[in-house]
C-alpha cells in the first residue's frame, strides 16, 4: 500500500522563476530515486504539496521539508495510506510545463479549467484538497 502526506507551507520569500527551477530539479532527481511522486502547486508564496511513495520515505522528506527554513507555517492537512497515487507519472509536478504535460495535468486535474467545479469524487481527498488550493489561488 502507499502512503501520501499533503501540506500547505509559505515560502520564506516569493520564489523567482530561477530558484523554483533550481528547487524542481534538486527535488526531481532526489524524488525519483526514492520513488517518491507528487506534485507542487506554488502561488505568490503560498505551497500546497502532495507527496506518495512508500511510507518512510514519504515521512522522512515530509520531515526535511518541515525543518528547512524556506518554508514557513507548514501545515499538514492529509497524511495516511492510500490505494493508488494520484500522481504516478510525476517525479514532481510543477507550474512550468509543455503543452503535453499540461494537457495531461488537465486530465489528472480537471478543475484546472474549472477551478470551482466539484466534479472530483469525494472519495479522493488528496484531489480534493490540490482542487480547493487551486480555487482560492488560481487568480493570484
Not at 500522481?87 to 489528472?108: I, P, V
Request: aromatic share 10%.
Amino acid at each position: 500500500m502507499e502512503y501520501c502526506i499533503v501540506y500547505l507551507s509559505s515560502s520564506s520569500g516569493l520564489l523567482t522563476d530561477d530558484t523554483l527551477a533550481h528547487i524542481l530539479k534538486h527535488s526531481q532527481a532526489k524524488n525519483r530515486a526514492q520513488g517518491i511522486t507528487g506534485i507542487l502547486l506554488y502561488l505568490n508564496g503560498s505551497i500546497i504539496q502532495v507527496l506518495e511513495g512508500e511510507e518512510e520515505r514519504v515521512k522522512a522528506l515530509y520531515n526535511v521539508i518541515n525543518r528547512d527554513p524556506q518554508h514557513n507555517q507548514v501545515i499538514k492537512l492529509y497524511s495516511g495510506s492510500i490505494e493508488y497515487r494520484s500522481f504516478a507519472d510525476w517525479s514532481m509536478g510543477y507550474k512550468t510545463l509543455s503543452t503535453t504535460e499540461f494537457n495531461h495535468l488537465r486530465d489528472t486535474l480537471p478543475f484546472i479549467n474549472r477551478p470551482t467545479s466539484n466534479d472530483i469524487p469525494k472519495s479522493n481527498m488528496i484531489l480534493s484538497l490540490v482542487r480547493i488550493f487551486y480555487a482560492n489561488n488560481h487568480r493570484n
